[in-house]
């Protein structure tokens, strides 16, 4: 066992039994590489990722190239999920050398944690143009002993260069009708109008575009935008990127028409694109959205939910394919003969139904299970015990590993996700769920000072700080969580966190948000990046719920801080909206007010108040807030004042710091949320 067997990220202890003697990022491992005058090895991975487990029985396990590293270079492993501020920092400088980037990352490093060669994989033998990785570990140690000088000069220059670089300039102002427009306009042009989505292959789930257009076409009713996000919710629900059997996506399809999807199921993902698939039912009533949110939320809470109530971060993309390897898709991929053993005479009605061909979708005759028939009518009660007996096999496979690590930021969404699902359908099982995650993230990440932890695992608090995000979703979690419930202490915490971000994150000068707090370790430069990639970017994030926080609240500096964040989206949007949808999301929640709404009633067992609180939910009017309870309570700040209206519950809809008159009936208010 090496030094990984004290940490808590699973994808560190896949490491502990390693030859190499890995060393965890600490002040001490770059200390002993000062001690013996070594070269630093910057392994990057995490643990659901294909490529970082192949390297790892490639080369990690192997005894003479751990042999190699022991004796030349101080070997450090980081789990890019615990530290995104050091992932951020060296990828950038991967990406600026190289122009690409991706995980394993390899980065070559002296003792002062300047990088000086980059790269990702490398096998074990030369192979397609690649050195292999012991003619990479001989040529960097061969430069660090005969060319100090100029290992030095090249580290200099990178750590200058990178400290040059600016994140664009941001306006002074946050976008309007012009620049959100130009963004929509943007997105049509990248369109796949045959297929759904954006670009070509590889295919990424655009969840945060996807916000973007139910809330652009909400708030200007453009059919365009509502169509785009109609059909890619469309494609990628029917596709292999979905589960067919257990709900829940994979990451990103291989190919542009979502077939066959690379297989590991990401938290973040999956609580995005439940709450996506719940928006979509919320503007359209599709039986396929509401199928789809639901079933993603089940396959959260059944998955991926741990003992303490939290959520965990991933699930595998390989498992062991019945022989002893283990295989990407394994788990999930059918072969015609597999259907029969299960199905017997229905095995043909389910390889029509499911895309199941001899030739197969995937590797060696198997296929990834989709619905590609539109046309033609089948048994639904049939299908069903189709779906039930095939789910009950697979169920009898070898499971894909799952990363149980708690990572603050995701877990923020999926209490929003389940928070919402569960009120918009009538289950309230999957508000308890996300309640129990609420409470995990307040006793276990979030300390006396409201500074929030990045990760647990097993409810053991990890060593890292909290990064923009996590404050960031953390707060949009609660805020979800406040509306639906109407327990106004989610308000609270929301606001604690955003106070640290107003604190600790943020530009005074600017406004602008950098990913780490003022106080965090440092790094060869403090990263900033607002663009949305898999997740939204803490800096969109927390731009989108000091706006929510400010709309519950009045605070004139949360919303000011809102405002200013936004100025990048002004920026970013028309040129590359695709990267900041989130971003676009939050700007149409300011144009459109947000609207608040203030719900009243004699309590919560009250049929009436319960309608009308429901309805509030179900309003499409972009980042719209909603708080409910008694006149007399105190729990939300938009209840002062508000009376019942000659005894009747009341819903109190305001916007733009203009309120209108009371009504008291669900029709009525719905009238006010669109």
């Given at each position: ?308 109530g939290g959520f965990a971060s991933a699930l595998d993309a390989d498992s062991d394919d019945g022989t002893g390897r283990h295989v990407e898709g394994a788990y ?163 606001g604690l966190l955003l106070d640290q971000v107003l604190a600790r994150f943020t530009d005074p000068e600017t406004g602008a948000l950098f990913d780490t707090a ?12 607002p663009t949305d990639n898999a997740a939204p970017s803490g800096w969109t994030a927390a731009a989108g719920a000091l706006l929510g926080y400010a709309a519950h ?122």
């Amino acid at each position: 066992m090496n030094r990984l067997a004290h940490e808590t990220s699973p994808y560190l202890l896949q490491h502990a039994d390693n030859p190499v003697d890995w060393w965890p990022w600490s002040a001490e491992a770059f200390a002993e590489a000062r001690r013996t005058n070594r070269p630093v090895l910057l392994s990057v991975g995490y643990s659901s990722c294909h490529w970082c487990h192949v390297m790892a029985h490639e080369s990690f396990e192997d005894e003479a190239t751990a042999g190699y590293l022991n004796e030349h270079f101080v070997s450090v492993k980081v789990d890019r999920e615990e530290r995104p501020d050091v992932d951020a920092v060296y990828m950038e400088a991967v990406q600026a050398a190289t122009g690409h980037g991706g995980w394993p990352m390899t980065v070559f490093l002296t003792p002062d944690a300047e990088p000086f060669y980059f790269g990702t994989y490398y096998p074990p033998a030369p192979r397609h143009g690649m050195p292999s990785f012991r003619q990479v570990l001989e040529g960097v140690q061969q430069a660090w002993t005969t060319r100090r000088d100029e290992v030095g000069e090249v580290a200099g220059k990178i750590v200058r260069d990178l400290a040059q670089r600016e994140i664009v300039r941001q306006a002074a102002e946050a976008p309007g009708e012009q620049e959100l427009a130009q963004a929509l306009l943007g997105l049509t042009r990248e369109y796949d109008p045959q297929r759904g989505g954006f670009g070509g292959a590889p295919k990424f789930p655009p969840s945060m575009v996807l916000e973007f257009l139910l809330r652009h076409h909400a708030r200007t009713g453009a059919e365009g935008a509502l169509q785009m996000a109609v059909d890619t919710g469309e494609r990628m629900a029917r596709g292999g990127i979905y589960d067919q059997l257990g709900g829940g996506f994979a990451r990103y399809s291989v190919d542009r028409d979502w077939v066959v999807p690379h297989f590991e199921k990401m938290l973040y993902d999956n609580a995005l694109l439940c709450r996506v698939y719940a928006h979509l039912w919320r503007a359209t009533g599709s039986d396929l959205a509401r199928r789809v949110a639901l079933e993603t939320a089940d396959f959260l809470v059944r998955e991926l939910r741990t003992p303490e109530g939290g959520f965990a971060s991933a699930l595998d993309a390989d498992s062991d394919d019945g022989t002893g390897r283990h295989v990407e898709g394994a788990y999930y991929v059918w072969t015609p003969a597999q259907l029969r053993d299960v199905l017997g005479d229905d095995a043909e009605l389910a390889a029509q139904y499911f895309g199941v061909t001899e030739e197969g979708t995937f590797e060696h005759g198997q296929s990834v299970l989709r619905l590609p028939q539109t046309e033609g009518v089948f048994d639904a009660e049939k299908i069903a015990s189709v779906r039930r007996r095939l789910f009950d096999a697979r169920a009898r496979r070898p499971a894909p590993g799952r990363d149980d690590k708690i990572v603050a930021a995701w877990n923020g969404l999926a209490v929003a996700a389940l928070a919402e699902t569960g009120a918009y359908f009538g289950r309230p099982d999957l508000v308890e769920a996300a309640l129990g995650a609420a409470d995990l993230l307040v006793r276990v990440h979030l300390d006396e000072h409201a500074r929030l932890a990045r990760t647990s695992k097993d409810g053991r608090v990890g060593p890292n700080a909290g990064v923009l995000e996590d404050y960031g979703d953390v707060a949009e979690g609660f805020l979800a969580l406040a509306s639906v419930t109407g327990e106004g202490v989610w308000l609270d915490f929301a606001g604690l966190l955003l106070d640290q971000v107003l604190a600790r994150f943020t530009d005074p000068e600017t406004g602008a948000l950098f990913d780490t707090a003022s106080d965090a370790e440092r790094l060869i430069r403090r990263p900033q990046d607002p663009t949305d990639n898999a997740a939204p970017s803490g800096w969109t994030a927390a731009a989108g719920a000091l706006l929510g926080y400010a709309a519950h609240t009045g605070s004139e500096a949360h919303r000011v801080a809102a405002e200013r964040a936004l100025g990048v989206v002004k920026t970013l949007g028309p040129r590359v909206p695709r990267f900041i949808g989130w971003g676009l999301a939050v700007a149409e929640a300011l144009l459109d007010g947000p609207r608040e709404v203030a719900v009243v009633g004699p309590g919560p067992d009250d049929e009436r108040t319960a309608a009308l609180h429901r309805t509030a939910l179900l309003g499409a009017a972009p980042g719209a807030v909603v708080a409910c309870g008694t006149p007399d309570g105190d729990e939300f700040p938009l209840l002062a004042g508000r009376t019942l209206i000659d005894g009747a519950p009341a819903a109190y809809v305001c916007r733009g710091f203009v309120c209108d008159l009371p009504v008291t009936g669900p029709e009525a208010l719905r009238a006010k949320l669109v």
